[in-house]
C-alpha cells in the first residue's frame, strides 16, 4: 500500500529504524545508528586547523566558542580558504574577540566583501568569559584558536587555554612522536 505511512516508535541504540521520504522508491528509507552518527561527524567537518597551537603551546583546557561572521566569511571557510597560524584571542571590556584570523575574501562577493585579518567577535556566557578573564591574567597563559568548524550550520571556534613551550620541551615532544613512529613500525614490520 503506497501512501501509507505507519508511525515508528523511538529507536534503541544499534537498532535500525525507518525514515520517511519522499525520495525513495516507495517513499521508505533505513538508516542504521552508526549510518546516522557518521552523517554526523561529516557535517562538523574542520573548515580550518591550526596545527602549530599543539607545537607551541602545552593546552591545558579547551572550549568552544561560537563565531561572528559575515556571510562572504562563512562562504570562503566552508571552500577552506582560512589560516588561524598567528591568530590568538583576547578579553576586552567583558568580550572575547578573535584576532590575526585569516579569512581569504571569497571571489564571487569581492565587491562586498571582508577585511581578511579583521578582528571577529566570540560569542561565550558571561561566565565563561569571566572564568576565562582570571585565568588569562596567570602568566604564561594565552587563549589560542585551535580550529574553526561548522556545527549544525553554525561557525565554532576551538579555543585552547594554552602555556607556551620552550625550546627543550619541543626538542622532547619531537623525541617522543618520533619514538611512537619507531615503535609502530616495528610492531607493522612483525604482523
Known amino acids: 500500500m503506497l501512501g501509507v505511512r505507519k508511525k515508528v516508535g523511538i529507536p534503541t541504540p544499534g537498532t535500525r ?15 542504521s545508528r552508526e549510518a546516522m552518527d557518521k552523517e554526523r561527524q561529516a557535517a562538523q567537518r574542520d573548515a580550518v586547523v591550526n596545527r602549530r597551537a599543539r607545537h607551541e603551546y602545552f593546552i ?17 571557510l566552508r571552500a577552506g580558504k582560512g589560516q588561524l597560524k598567528d591568530s590568538y584571542a583576547r578579553v576586552e571590556r567583558g568580550e572575547v574577540w578573535l584576532m590575526n584570523a585569516h579569512i581569504s575574501e571569497y571571489g564571487p ?27 588569562l591574567r ?19 571556534v576551538e579555543l ?6 620552550k625550546l627543550y620541551d619541543k626538542r622532547e615532544s619531537i623525541k617522543e612522536r618520533e619514538m611512537r613512529r619507531d615503535v609502530d613500525r616495528a610492531l607493522r614490520a612483525r604482523s
Not at 148 to 153: A, L, T, V
Request: glycine residues 16%; charged residues 25%.
Open 60 to 76: 591545558e583546557e579547551s572550549i568552544e566558542a561560537g563565531l561572528v561572521l559575515t556571510g562572504s566569511e562563512v562562504k570562503s
Open 17 to 31: 529504524h525507518l525514515l520517511f521520504g519522499p525520495w525513495q522508491p516507495g517513499g521508505l528509507c533505513c538508516y
Open 109 to 135: 562577493a569581492a565587491q562586498f566583501g571582508h577585511e581578511p585579518t579583521q578582528r571577529r567577535k566570540l560569542l561565550l556566557h558571561r561566565r565563561e568569559i569571566d572564568r576565562l578573564g582570571g585565568k
Open 160 to 165: 585552547g587555554l594554552g602555556r607556551g613551550k
Open 138 to 156: 596567570e602568566k604564561g597563559l594565552t587563549l589560542v584558536p585551535l580550529r574553526i568548524y561548522f556545527k549544525g550550520g553554525r561557525a565554532k
